[in-house]
């Protein structure tokens, strides 16, 4: 059974930095191009990031490059997301994703989310 | 980027009905459509993918259509299960691209 686990959510204040973290079971982690998914409250879904198998490839949502940088570890089956500088409109829950790519980006697979609170 | 453009944002509808949902692309995007479930409080689950193939699990009632740049989600008889928000995904281009959601409400 796949299953994907983020943990790492908290509260911070703005400009301060969090570390997303998920771990993944039950599927070849290392043959997989995974991706973050954000939801701000009430709000629809926003890509954020995602990255390739090997980690040679990364790719970020205009409004978090330069601050958010996905990583992964594939002898440790897991997905980071390392968050600086961090706003309010970053608030959100943050998903990781298992992308499928039976026929270009489709998510087949979700952890349960980790809620991110930006706030002084 | 592309945008995804939903409509209706909202739907209000009966058990047995018969619902309809679109997904308009603002570039063409050849049949990189995907289609999502989220109920409150949940993950998205995801319904369709590639415009018209049904992921394993999914009930037949599920359906979708399109290519190009107009894309549909159709459940032909709604059942108490699949009140939730829809949305419609990108997968041809990055960075991927979600539509801002469908609300499905019970009349």
């Known amino acids: 059974e796949v299953q994907l686990v983020e943990s790492g959510g908290g509260l911070v204040q703005p400009g301060g930095s969090l570390r997303l973290s998920c771990a993944a079971s039950?599927?070849?982690?290392?043959?997989?191009?995974m991706t973050w998914v954000r939801q701000a409250p009430g709000k629809g879904l926003e890509w954020v990031a995602n990255i390739k198998q090997d980690g040679g490839e990364k790719y970020y949502v205009d409004s978090v490059k330069g601050r958010f940088t996905i990583s992964r570890d594939n002898a440790k089956n897991s997905l980071y997301l390392q968050m600086n500088t961090l706003r309010a409109e970053d608030t959100a829950v943050y998903y990781c994703?298992?992308?499928?790519?039976?026929?270009?980006?489709?998510?087949?697979?979700w952890g349960q989310g980790t809620l991110v609170t930006v706030s002084s | 980027d592309i945008q995804m453009t939903q409509s209706p944002s909202s739907l209000s509808a009966s058990v047995g009905d018969r619902v309809t949902i679109t997904c308009r692309a603002s570039?063409?995007?050849?049949?990189?459509l995907n289609w999502y479930q989220q109920k409150s409080g949940k993950a998205p689950n995801l319904l369709i993918y590639?415009?018209?193939s049904l992921q394993s699990g999914v009930p037949s009632r599920f359906s979708g259509s399109g290519s190009g740049t107009d894309f549909t989600l159709t459940i032909s008889s709604l059942q108490p299960e699949d009140f939730a928000t829809y949305y419609c995904q990108q997968g041809y281009s990055t960075p991927s691209t979600f539509g801002q959601g469908t609300n499905l409400e019970i009349k």
């Open positions: 039950g599927f070849t982690f290392s043959s997989s191009w």
């Open positions: 570039q063409t995007i050849s049949s990189y």
């Open positions: 590639a415009a018209s």
């Open positions: 994703a298992r992308d499928l790519r039976w026929f270009g980006e489709l998510f087949g697979y």
